[in-house]
């Protein structure tokens, strides 16, 4: 079984950017896809970008060409780089890990705990 832990979120500004990271203990992050999620209290969790074993990327309407989703087996670490904030990509983030790639969040049976980001204006 795989650990995840997110970490990188805080305040930013409309139009900044942040990098949030994962880290994976216990097992090899090389035999997941990975995802990221983001959610905001009353609304269920929404995908926002995965990136499968051979570092084939998919991302939510909402965040193409903002957001870009990278991983580094050697550190055993996946990526978002989140740019030109806009204050409704405030959430809190999650990493989560699965066999194959889903964009529903049901599809992955591992996760962080997640790390807040508030965008102000």
């Known amino acids: 079984q795989v650990q995840l832990v997110e970490s990188g979120g805080g305040l930013v500004q409309a139009g900044g950017s942040l990098r949030l990271s994962c880290a994976a203990s216990g097992r090899t992050l090389s035999r997941y896809v990975m995802g990221w999620f983001r959610q905001t209290p009353g609304k269920e969790r929404e995908f926002v970008a995965a990136?499968?074993?051979?570092?084939?990327?998919y991302y939510a309407d909402s965040v193409k060409g903002r957001f870009t989703i990278s991983r580094d087996n050697a550190k055993n670490t996946v990526y978002l780089q989140m740019n030109s904030l806009k204050l409704e990509d405030t959430a809190v983030y999650y990493c989560?890990?699965?066999?194959?790639?889903?964009?529903?969040?049901?599809?992955?049976?591992?996760w962080g705990q997640g790390t807040q980001v508030t965008v102000s204006s």
């Open positions: 990136i499968t074993n051979g570092g084939r990327t």
């Open positions: 989560a890990g699965s066999w194959n790639y889903y964009s529903d969040p049901k599809g992955y049976p591992y």
